[in-house]
């Protein structure tokens, strides 16, 4: 149980182009998702906290403009990368609250982004 | 500031026993995790302690002493599976997980 469903697993895209990357819980209500932002031989590094029906909080040195979050229900969360750059070439990952900590947090299967 | 520290890199020998240390100091503390992460994959979630002592799931044992601000995960017959990334996270007051780097752990034959 308590499975995120991230796609696209890779994406390559052009420089100047928007890309979507979509995260659903299939069999439980995610109220809050966590979008992570992970470079090679990195940890993963806290982008922003979307919660349902409200607005996402953004990690300082975030642009809020850049990485658009949209949660508009307890079973989907969509991050959109507008007007990719190179420099935004990463693994995205989305992770949420099964709800008790004991049994932590789970995460989608991750995005790799490449814009050329 | 908030930090969390564990070494980068660690190598063992296939069925040996390895123990990956984690330091911490946060603000506040509602639990210690740690996860595997395999290279190019997602991390999984391996143990949650929030009390001292010692949890135990088959090969993999977590520790914690939260006087210390420590906490290990001890890997025990190791097989060249578990070669990956193990990465330490602790839930602070505001219910954050703040991460480590990880330790990329390296097994031989």
């Known amino acids: 149980g308590a499975v995120v469903s991230q796609h696209p697993s890779r994406v390559i895209c052009k420089s100047g182009t928007s890309v979507k990357i979509e995260c659903r819980s299939l069999d439980f209500q995610a109220t809050t998702m966590f979008w992570y932002r992970q470079f090679p031989k990195q940890s993963l590094m806290l982008m922003a906290t979307?919660?349902?029906?409200?607005?996402?909080?953004?990690e300082q040195g975030v642009e809020k403009d850049k990485f658009l979050i949209n949660h508009a229900s307890l079973t989907l969360s969509t991050l959109t990368v507008t007007s990719a750059h190179p420099e935004d070439s990463s693994f995205y990952i989305c992770?949420?609250?099964?709800?008790?900590?004991?049994?932590?947090?789970?995460f989608g299967s991750g995005t790799r982004l490449t814009v050329v | 500031g908030q930090n969390i520290d564990q070494p980068t890199e660690m190598t063992a020998t296939e069925g040996a026993i390895v123990q990956i240390n984690c330091t911490y100091q946060t603000s506040g503390f509602n639990g210690l995790f740690w996860y595997q992460q395999h290279a190019g994959e997602a991390p999984t979630f391996l143990s949650y302690n929030v009390l001292d002592g010692l949890e135990e799931k088959g090969r993999f044992s977590s520790f914690l002493s939260r006087s210390k601000g420590y906490s290990y995960l001890l890997l025990k017959e190791l097989q060249m599976k578990d070669s990956a990334s193990y990465l330490c996270a602790v839930m602070d007051s505001n219910y954050q997980l703040i991460w480590g780097a990880g330790t990329k752990l390296i097994i031989k034959p």
């Open positions: 979307s919660n349902e029906g409200s607005k996402a909080t953004y």
């Open positions: 992770s949420a609250s099964v709800g008790q900590p004991s049994r932590g947090y789970t």
